[in-house]
């Protein structure tokens, strides 16, 4: 199994070593995978700015090469990236241009990633109206290609009804988040519904419902050895 802070220098060392190779080559579409790679490496290993520039050569390579979907794909783990550095009006900015390329060369998948991830760059922008309807889309656009992804898109609105105090409006969203997911085996979305129905039930005064939910939520979190596990505990 790759582990990513032993191997990670070393994948970069790789990488700076083949570089004349690629450029020798003149492949722009190579180049571009390559410069994606260390793009990621470099995020992995905390070097954020280093992992900036290398995606936005990436970018530059598979515009070159004339794979517009490839280079979409660059800005929006470029955007993913500056999101990190907590810039999230420009992370919100290179979003949209993905987004716009995916919608005109028919990316549609990658469009309803895109529109999701504008959900919640709008959430950290404390814009919560845009954020809704920016998740909604994203929802009607993975349900209309029949992916399972729709659950993400579910659970983050059920999350941000809890956030805004809309706890009604929240348990439809969050129960079909919760189903969804256990369709599809997604325990971790099972899990993190269940989380975010705790409000919904203390406000009912369900505490039966509650502590199933509660004990529940802890139980998943735990067996995946995840941190939440702690945040659930803070509700007993």
């Keep these: 199994?790759?582990?990513?802070?032993?191997?990670?220098?070393?994948?970069?060392a790789c990488l700076d070593a083949l570089r004349p190779l690629l450029d020798a080559l003149g492949d722009p579409a190579l180049a571009g995978e390559a410069w994606v790679l260390r793009g990621h490496r470099l995020g992995a290993l905390g070097q954020r700015a280093e992992a900036l520039a290398a995606l936005e050569?990436?970018?530059?390579?598979?515009?070159?090469?004339?794979?517009?979907?490839?280079?979409?794909?660059?800005?929006?783990?470029?955007?993913?990236?500056?999101?990190q550095t907590g810039d999230f009006d420009f992370a919100l900015r290179l979003a949209r241009e993905a987004m716009a390329v995916y919608e005109t060369h028919g990316g549609r998948i990658a469009a309803a990633d895109a529109q999701h991830n504008i959900g919640e760059l709008e959430r950290l922008r404390g814009?919560?109206?845009?954020?809704?309807?920016?998740?909604?889309?994203?929802?009607?656009?993975y349900e209309a290609l029949g992916s399972a992804d729709a659950a993400y898109a579910e659970l983050n609105l059920g999350i941000l009804?809890?956030?805004?105090?809309?706890?009604?409006?929240?348990?439809?969203?969050?129960?079909?988040?919760?189903?969804?997911?256990?369709?599809?085996?997604?325990?971790?979305?099972?899990?993190?519904?269940?989380?975010?129905?705790?409000?919904?039930?203390?406000?009912?005064?369900?505490w039966a419902t509650f502590e199933r939910d509660l004990a529940a939520a802890g139980a998943a979190f735990e067996a995946m050895g995840l941190f939440e596990l702690d945040l659930v505990r803070g509700w007993d």
């Design 1 to 12: 199994m790759y582990h990513e802070r032993s191997e990670g220098p070393q994948c970069l």
């Design 127 to 141: 814009r919560p109206v845009e954020s809704a309807r920016a998740y909604r889309a994203a929802l009607a656009m």
């Design 161 to 206: 009804c809890v956030e805004q105090g809309d706890l009604s409006g929240a348990e439809p969203l969050l129960k079909r988040a919760r189903d969804r997911s256990a369709r599809a085996g997604r325990r971790m979305l099972v899990a993190g519904a269940q989380l975010y129905l705790l409000p919904v039930r203390a406000a009912q005064g369900k």
């Design 57 to 83: 050569q990436a970018e530059a390579a598979f515009e070159r090469a004339g794979d517009p979907l490839e280079a979409a794909r660059s800005k929006m783990s470029r955007a993913m990236s500056v999101k």
